[in-house]
């Protein structure tokens, strides 16, 4: 059988178990073309921590560069811009096209922006994660020795963290700023009562701003515009808003879930085309929505896995399984993590040292040894 080509868009969680097996591929005879827009993948889950300064930036990132060339795959530092499923070609922004015979995308979700006005230069969206990084640089010379206001916005699990973390970086450089959290309707809303009593006092305690009820509408110059009418004045805010898919799968024709996202089966397949597969937050799975948590792609990797070896080589496909419950721990800056589970809900320092534990294990098991 001679070899076929495999491209996957994207180094995201749900392909780390493809990249640091690609040789099982290669070694087959088959291409491999890894597409993404930097040769790194950084791990969210350890973001806020970045920011705050627990980790550095190479403690968090995956080398997926290294790790497809290392498996004798190629890599393409470039974007997809549409899919032709037709054809079976991808057009990308800077290679121009690209055949495949069985594709994966693994490309994650963006911030939606703020429209209206000018002054969005100074709103930092929380993805791509590198950007935490970037603003961590800027805080380290512009807050020192200036009063700043900066500010968080949205009220989930993300801006609850980036805002923690926000502070936890400025008391570490003894620099001082006032920090507010625009939360939108609540903070942590749909989460257990326990764990948003828990939060909203960890960020109070420390003298950040809530409010609740209200929500960026518009950016005019230093000037945050809320839905109440009031004005804010800022230096700097962090944009935790929510989470879409790219929108290269409407744009190309291709069925896609309510969210927008690659619309696929059991089997992490196209309802449409056999060929596409798609794991992370990039998909939206036929029946079963999920919730946009790194824990789904973990657990998507050994199916993505196995059924792109499958479907390159004739072989019989096997289902994913979502699963029941899962673990949450929210790091909140200080020392602390909030964690809960099921029915569990538990606040401390314990809770964070769980969080890091599972966080460190998680790289050491894909990240190559020199990565």
Wanted: glycine share 14%; hydrophobic share 40%; with cysteine.
């Amino acid at each position: 059988m001679s070899g076929k080509h495999l491209v996957l868009v994207g180094g995201g969680h749900a392909h780390l178990t493809l990249l640091a097996g690609l040789r099982a591929f290669t070694e087959k005879g088959h291409r491999v073309t890894l597409v993404s827009p930097s040769p790194y993948h950084y791990y969210s889950g350890m973001g806020p921590g970045m920011l705050s300064g627990i980790y550095e930036p190479e403690e968090i990132r995956f080398p997926v560069a290294k790790m497809a060339i290392e498996g004798g795959g190629l890599f393409l530092e470039d974007r997809v811009r549409r899919i032709d499923p037709l054809r079976k070609v991808l057009q990308l922004e800077g290679h121009g096209e690209i055949a495949y015979d069985a594709v994966s995308f693994n490309t994650g979700s963006d911030v939606p922006p703020i429209t209206g006005g000018d002054g969005t230069e100074r709103v930092l969206p929380v993805k791509p994660i590198v950007n935490l990084y970037r603003a961590r640089q800027w805080l380290m010379g512009a807050a020192r020795g200036a009063k700043l206001r900066l500010f968080v916005l949205g009220g989930g699990a993300a801006g609850v963290e980036v805002a923690g973390n926000l502070h936890a970086l400025l008391r570490r450089i003894g620099a001082s700023a006032a920090i507010g959290l625009i939360a939108g309707r609540e903070v942590l809303r749909g989460h257990p009562a326990r764990v948003r009593r828990l939060a909203l006092e960890s960020l109070k305690r420390r003298g950040i701003e809530i409010r609740e009820g209200t929500r960026v509408e518009a950016v005019r110059g230093e000037w945050l515009i809320l839905s109440d009418g009031e004005k804010m004045r800022f230096d700097l805010a962090f944009s935790a808003l929510g989470v879409r898919p790219s929108e290269i799968f409407a744009d190309s024709g291709l069925p896609t879930g309510p969210d927008g996202g690659l619309l696929i089966d059991e089997y992490l397949k196209s309802v449409a085309y056999p060929e596409i597969f798609g794991g992370g937050d990039c998909i939206s799975l036929a029946g079963r929505p999920l919730a946009k948590v790194g824990v789904y792609a973990v657990r998507e990797n050994p199916v993505l896995y196995a059924n792109l070896k499958a479907v390159l080589n004739g072989e019989a496909l096997v289902p994913f399984r979502p699963g029941g419950g899962y673990l949450l721990i929210l790091n909140m800056g200080d020392g602390k993590g909030i964690l809960w589970r099921n029915g569990l809900v538990w606040s401390g320092r314990t809770a964070f040292l769980i969080k890091d534990c599972i966080d460190r294990r998680f790289m050491r098991r894909f990240r190559p040894s020199g990565g």
